[in-house]
């Protein structure tokens, strides 16, 4: 079974930086889609960013591009999103997901997506 391990969240400042991690097992990065979805408070879960198996395609929700980058670093096994000029708005339960094995289409919905961690938070406020 895959473990899928977010960290990074916390308390941040209007205009502020985050980097969240996302702690992988089994050759996850290297083999699977990853994303990173994010629930606000009260609504519904959306994708923020994705990134392909070899981490050269990504794909990002409109409200994060060229604030948000996503990375993973293979031989870690470990999947990144930096988060900058971050906005109440960005409130919100961060997590990484994968694809199943056999999904190589760049998606930014759940159900594309088999595997979660538990989620880490991130709170934007002065």
């Known amino acids: 079974e895959v473990q899928l391990v977010e960290s990074g969240g916390g308390l941040v400042q209007p205009g502020g930086s985050l980097r969240l991690s996302c702690a992988a097992s089994?050759?996850?990065?290297?083999?699977?889609?990853m994303a990173w979805f994010r629930q606000p408070p009260g609504k519904q879960r959306e994708g923020v960013a994705v990134?392909?198996?070899?981490?050269?395609?990504?794909l990002y929700r409109d409200s994060v591009l060229g604030r948000f980058t996503i990375s993973k670093d293979n031989e870690k096994d470990t999947l990144y999103l930096e988060m900058n000029s971050l906005t109440p708005r960005d409130t919100a339960m961060y997590y990484c997901a994968r694809a199943r094995e056999t999904f190589y289409e760049l998606s930014l919905l759940p159900h594309d997506f088999t595997d979660w961690g538990q989620g880490t938070m991130v709170t934007v406020s002065s």
């Open positions: 990134i392909d198996r070899r981490g050269t395609k990504t």
């Open positions: 089994r050759d996850t990065a290297a083999r699977y889609l």
